[in-house]
């Protein structure tokens, strides 16, 4: 269960920060075992010494990087760790973590990119799709917003780890595609 993402150095310490997925952090606590990674792997296991948080915010101390230099290598990782006692959702429904990390594309099979995250709108949540790399030369879209309403993305499949997509006509146009 993805818990954060997007890991970044804080101090000389070995700290590093994340930004919160909605509903991970209440099984996080000191000398749990986390795993650090991103996408299809690979992910290396770790023991959190410590952690705080603030707003969206996490603050992980992790048991033997006591320095910069030994956190820099898990920087843009995300952390993930398993899930337990989570009660079996209705036919369409999903926890928000199952849609961190799912692949976003169209219809016709062109690939939107990767949801980083989910945002809670008050409404209708959005998915913070973040777009493949692109080759050196070209500039790299901003993240694309896309609502998670049953009418625009018609098929999520967690077995293929894949979310399909039906926009409306002139959304991708406000992003340049």
Do not use: H
């Amino acid at each position: 269960m993805p818990i954060a993402t997007g890991l970044k150095l804080r101090g000389s310490g070995g700290r590093l920060t994340a930004r919160l997925i909605a509903g991970g952090i209440d099984q996080l606590e000191g000398g749990r075992a986390i795993y650090v990674g991103r996408g299809a792997g690979p992910w290396q296991c770790l023991q959190v010494e410590e952690y705080s948080t603030y707003g969206l915010k996490l603050v992980v101390k992790l048991r033997g990087v006591d320095s910069a230099r030994l956190a820099e290598p898990l920087v843009g990782m995300d952390i993930s760790m398993p899930c337990k006692g989570l009660v079996d959702l209705p036919e369409g429904a999903y926890y928000i973590f199952e849609l961190v990390g799912l692949s976003v594309q169209l219809r016709d099979g062109r690939v939107l990119g990767t949801v980083r995250r989910v945002v809670e709108t008050g409404g209708t949540p959005l998915l913070a799709v973040e777009p493949p790399a692109q080759s050196v030369n070209e500039q790299r879209q901003a993240e694309i917003l896309v609502p998670a309403a049953r009418t625009i993305c018609t098929l999520i499949d967690l077995d293929s780890g894949r979310i399909t997509v039906d926009p409306p006509e002139g959304f991708l146009d406000l992003y340049g595609l």
